[in-house]
């Protein structure tokens, strides 16, 4: 079996994100604190599960970091991992999805 690690990185503006939890909240958000954000990471441990789950049915042990969200810059990562960037246009506003992934032969 192959093992694979990775993480998921999320980079979007403030707009996007307050538009993307307001749509999901059902309310307006205005501030996005610590709660607000942790909804956006939901997001990416969604996408982390998913993907997952498929490498899994594919044969591979994954091994994936909680997400990594980054709104308007923030700070930058200095994850060791080659990345895909994909850059995604979302009825919320757009924003950059980084799948980084390393592939271990066992």
Do not use: W
């Amino acid at each position: 079996a192959k093992d694979i690690e990775g993480a998921v990185l999320m980079c979007l503006s403030k707009s996007t994100a307050r538009q993307y939890l307001s749509s999901v909240l059902g309310e307006v958000v205005e501030e996005l604190d610590e709660i607000a954000l942790s909804g956006i990471g939901e997001l990416g441990n969604m996408i982390a599960g998913s993907a997952g789950a498929r490498l899994s049915e594919l044969g591979y042990d994954t091994v994936i970091a909680p997400p990594t969200v980054f709104v308007d810059g923030g700070t930058i990562s200095t994850l060791p991992l080659p990345r895909l960037v994909l850059p995604v246009s979302s009825p919320f506003g757009p924003l950059d999805l980084q799948l980084a992934a390393r592939i271990h032969a066992s």
